[in-house]
């Protein structure tokens, strides 16, 4: 079984910084593409950043120039760097991969989500 366990949520002050870390578990042959989404309460949930096995980021436009994505292969995990952090950034942060299993079939999976609160 496939698993995306998330650390490093927690509440900081607008302004300041966190680094959210997701490792990838269970049988993962390779990791194609992982990110991060976020969700606010009534909200949709939306794409904060992603990265492929390649190193190709992409970022939302409200994150630009803030928040830095990562990840280490080996170790099957991605990283988010969030810095100058704005009370609007208030959300349930989320985990993705899509990824190849070791039976050779394609899956996307979600981590159970971390909450990030950022006070004024």
């Known amino acids: 079984q496939v698993q995306l366990v998330e650390s490093g949520g927690g509440l900081v002050q607008a302004g300041g910084s966190l680094r959210l870390s997701c490792a990838g578990s269970?049988?993962?042959?390779?990791?194609?593409?992982m990110g991060w989404y976020r969700q606010a309460p009534g909200k949709q949930r939306e794409l904060v950043a992603t990265v492929t096995s390649g190193g190709s980021t992409n970022y939302a436009d409200s994150v630009k120039g803030r928040f830095a994505i990562s990840r280490d292969n080996a170790k099957k995990m991605v990283y988010l760097q969030m810095n100058s952090l704005k009370p609007e950034d208030t959300a349930v942060y989320y985990c993705?991969?899509?990824?190849?299993?070791?039976?050779?079939?394609?899956?996307?999976?979600w981590g159970q989500g971390t909450q990030v609160t950022v006070s004024s």
């Open positions: 269970g049988s993962i042959f390779s990791i194609v593409t």
């Open positions: 993705n991969a899509d990824l190849l299993r070791s039976s050779g079939r394609y899956g996307t999976y």
